[in-house]
């Protein structure tokens, strides 16, 4: 069946021109290029709107430039090239940004010398002298006291701290010496003054060179002033790992005795040491261990020991460069199955590894020679060594088994010296010596009790009990002084308290329901006592600050 097409109609011939157009259309649209470009500038001059009278006077500027003569434009140009080069810049000091000067500086007086620098200020204030800050005035003040009766002081004194203050956070670095001059009396000076050197040698031994080229950072001596309790003012750096995060939960972390750095270890098999700054926290270097994941690492002297879950541990000699295993226990080998929970004297003589059937093997971490054992009832759960560093002191060694019995031996003569048994009965996982001369003994469980005795009474009965936490207790550590302990439990998190001693009090302001420290897996305090730091299982290392010290 064929249909019929009817012929387009008027509007279909229209639309079909439209589309395909025709060669009369083109013809007529070549005519219209002209008039649609006029209208194009048309209508853009159109967008803007001029007054008529402010058109005028835009012209009559423009006359008025081009009639400039050509001898005045020549006088103009040799004014420019007549002037200093001082005089083609300036400073834009609006009367509110301006700073006031006195213009009669008068010399510090004799009582504030002590607080003047070698090279005078570029401003001074006169004021400063007639200025009187409180340090109770403000929780932030508190840290730049230096006696617990320091109150009021003038402010000179207060810029003086401030600086203190601000150089401890970010000591400064050796370039800026090097700047300066180097010469050996700015060397001496930064030596005094404890400063640490931002700068990391490229080398195959990145460590070695950190350690010849950077100061030793500013362990100060202790002095008389207490930590109050209730509230400790504590603040939060830079993540001392926010370098490089591990790759597995921080099962260990270190601070050197006498250098600003960090060591790290998990898992992942990798030991990470940081240069810690507060602020950048660089990794210095790392060492990977095929094979070993890393449970326990330490620094000792010039020597960092190593170990996990096998049978011999890692010796990386630092100067030396050299990394051995130390393995053999001659005659020993069935009381050592594994090497993974090991201590160091404080004195740095002994290395105690803590073995099977309650025994503690003692090797010398100099030549990794097993010089001698002790021997306990019961499942041995953990062990520690006082932190005495007399020469003449003997160092004393502490284990307890799971039922609560605790064995106190003298590691230089081989004795005995006690035995008796926790207040807290079965269940313990922990023992820890704290404070100034091992003063403190602390022994936790696993339903999150603490009991602290000091030792110094010589009574066996828990000088206080830490019951905040109820997990199992899986790190305790203390400040060098005794003031502050830190207890954590890794099986919940933000299970983590600190403590004051001798009161055995919690601190009620810290840490808060929006401090992020996760599931802890380890606690570490610096030698100086002015940083914590704790690990957690999702690999990164929290850094804190005691602004008290």
């Known amino acids: 069946m064929s249909v019929e097409i009817p012929p387009p109609d008027e509007e279909e011939r229209y639309l079909e021109k439209l589309v395909f157009g025709d060669s009369e259309g083109f013809s007529e649209n070549l005519k219209q290029v002209d008039k649609l470009f006029d209208f194009k500038q048309q209508e853009e001059k159109d967008l803007f709107t001029y007054d008529d009278s402010s058109e005028d006077e835009h012209l009559d500027q423009l006359k008025n430039r081009d009639a400039l003569s050509e001898s005045e434009s020549d006088a103009a140009s040799d004014e420019v090239e007549n002037m200093a080069d001082e005089d083609l810049y300036f400073v834009d000091e609006s009367d509110d940004d301006r700073m006031d000067t006195d213009s009669d500086n008068e010399p510090a007086s004799d009582s504030m010398s002590e607080y003047s620098d070698d090279d005078e200020a570029a401003w001074q204030d006169s004021d400063d002298e007639k200025v009187s800050v409180s340090l109770l005035g403000a929780d932030r003040l508190r840290k730049l006291r230096r006696t617990a009766q320091d109150d009021k002081i003038r402010g000179k004194q207060y810029i003086h701290r401030l600086r203190e203050q601000f150089e401890r956070i970010h000591p400064r670095p050796v370039w800026a010496d090097q700047i300066e001059g180097d010469s050996e009396d700015e060397h001496e000076q930064d030596t005094e003054a404890g400063h640490a050197s931002t700068d990391v040698l490229t080398s195959t031994n990145p460590l070695l060179e950190f350690l010849k080229s950077n100061q030793t950072h500013n362990v100060r001596s202790q002095d008389t002033r207490f930590l109050p309790a209730g509230k400790i003012d504590i603040s939060r750096l830079t993540d001392a790992n926010i370098k490089k995060i591990s790759r597995s939960a921080v099962q260990t972390l270190c601070f050197h005795e006498s250098q600003p750095l960090l060591m790290t270890g998990g898992y992942d098999r990798t030991l990470r040491i940081y240069h810690i700054d507060g602020k950048i926290n660089n990794l210095v270097t790392s060492l990977h261990l095929r094979n070993s994941p890393i449970q326990t690492a330490a620094f000792n002297g010039d020597d960092i020991f190593a170990a996990g879950r096998r049978r011999y541990m890692h010796k990386w000699d630092v100067l030396g460069g050299s990394i051995e295993k130390i393995s053999r226990m001659y005659g020993h080998e069935k009381t050592q199955r594994s090497f993974e929970h090991f201590r160091i004297s ?47 002191a003997h160092t004393t060694l502490a284990a307890v088994n799971r039922a609560g019995e605790v064995w106190e031996f003298d590691v230089d003569a081989g004795t005995t010296l006690d035995r008796w048994t926790d207040d807290s009965g079965t269940g313990v996982t922990r023992i820890k010596f704290g404070g100034s001369n091992s003063r403190w003994l602390a022994v936790g469980n696993n339903v999150g009790i603490v009991n602290v005795y000091d030792r110094l009474k010589g009574s066996h009965r828990p000088a206080g009990t830490v019951e905040n936490l109820v997990t199992t207790i899986s790190s305790i550590d203390f400040t060098s002084d005794g ?63 005691l602004n008290h010290y």
Request: hydrophobic letters at 35%; aromatic letters at 10%.
């Open 346 to 392: 404080k004195n740095g003589k002994y290395l105690g590894l803590m073995g099977n059937s309650g025994w503690i093997n003692i090797i010398s971490p100099k030549t990794g020679v097993w010089l001698k054992g002790f021997k306990i009832e019961g499942t041995l759960v953990d062990f520690d060594f006082s932190q005495t560093t007399a020469k003449d």
């Open 483 to 545: 003031q502050v302990m830190c207890v954590a439990s890794r099986d919940k998190r933000d299970a983590l308290r600190l403590v004051h001693l001798p009161t055995c009090r919690v601190f009620s302001n810290w840490p808060t329901s929006g401090t992020p420290l996760g599931r802890v897996t380890s606690v570490c305090f610096s030698p100086n006592n002015e940083l914590l730091a704790t690990g957690n299982e999702a690999g990164k290392v929290r850094l804190w600050r």
